[in-house]
């Protein structure tokens, strides 16, 4: 299928419209006079975050992603030796509402929904949906809350008149390994840590790319 034969387009939110490794590193830096000084390569840092967090997702429903984010904060902190109070974890987690937007995240969504029916895929809060809404420009009835099974992600997708197979999933190389839509976009920004490639219907460095490449299929 070209890109033009697509009615919608699933876009996860962290990792393609906001830059949550730039929030992440951000937050612990505020914290770093807490770590030891050789804790503080970022590369190690935020693979060692990112896996501990991994590891917390399963429990999402239990914890909520607040819960998840406190809790792989803390055990972060605990393997380097420091024990983070649970207001620190919390202002760590609730970070989160401040994450940046990426540059192109914008202009792009406002392009992209011209041509499709676009939905925002993410993990959040309830109570942090609405000032998501305002800062990426969209409506709550367009935010996915990413569901623990792909039958409950399909169903909130079905309440909107959206099915899989006339879907694009735009993704990052993370979530892309764990995902079964049928045709899925690779976005992998420059500097990304993730080395392991999915396999994907589409690839790009950047929503500016995607508008190009569908910009070129109209003129195909």
Known sequence: MHL???QA????CDGVLIDHESGIWSALQQFQQNLPHD???RQQLMSDYHRTLNELMPRLSELGF???LCFAYRQLMESHGYQPSWRESLRFARAVVNWPLFEDAPGALLYLRKFYRVLVRCDRETEDVPS???RLGVSAKEVIIRGETPEEEKRQLAERGVYPDHLLLVTNACLAAKNSYPAICLL???????KKQPKTTLRI???AELVFQH???LRH
């Open 4 to 6: 033009t034969d697509y």
């Open 9 to 12: 387009l699933l876009i996860d």
């Open 39 to 41: 804790a503080l390569n």
């Open 66 to 68: 607040t819960g998840c």
């Open 132 to 134: 998501l809404c305002e």
């Open 188 to 194: 992998q920004r420059p500097g990304s840590l993730m």
């Open 205 to 207: 460095s950047s929503l």
């Open 215 to 217: 910009q070129e299929s």
